[in-house]
């Protein structure tokens, strides 16, 4: 499966975003997607993730009441939709799969990335 990340920008602080992952592959629907980021001198941390049905989702502490992820499967498309947003949010964010259900934190476990969008919140 092939992933393509968009929707990142300079946004301020307390500004809303939705970030999009589409996928090819006529599977997708049976993948879990998960959304990570990464900032400047920093690892690669989990943000989020979306079992391939939908029916589940799990955050980050760090995000969690501030982040929805969602799927469109008809549009083979996953969606980060982030609400007030830190400073300490700016980073890379990449979304990613796994062909196996359940989802799980760990940047290892994911087989398929995308390339990653920038993302900029400014105080």
């Known amino acids: 499966v092939q992933l393509q990340a968009s929707g990142g920008g300079l946004v301020q602080a307390g500004d809303s975003l939705r970030l999009s992952c589409a996928a090819s592959?006529?599977?997708?629907?049976?993948?879990?997607m998960g959304w990570f980021r990464q900032a400047p001198g920093k690892e690669r941390e989990f943000v989020g993730g979306i079992t391939g049905s939908g029916g589940s989702t799990y955050y980050a502490d760090s995000v969690k009441g501030r982040f929805t992820i969602s799927r469109d499967s008809a549009k083979n498309t996953v969606y980060l939709q982030m609400n007030s947003l830190k400073p300490e949010d700016t980073a890379v964010y990449y979304c990613?799969?796994?062909?196996?259900?359940?989802?799980?934190?760990?940047?290892?476990?994911?087989?398929?990335w995308g390339q990653g969008t920038l993302v900029t919140v400014s105080s």
């Open positions: 990613a799969a796994r062909p196996y259900t359940g989802v799980v934190t760990t940047v290892r476990s994911y087989a398929y």
């Open positions: 592959g006529r599977t997708f629907s049976t993948y879990t």
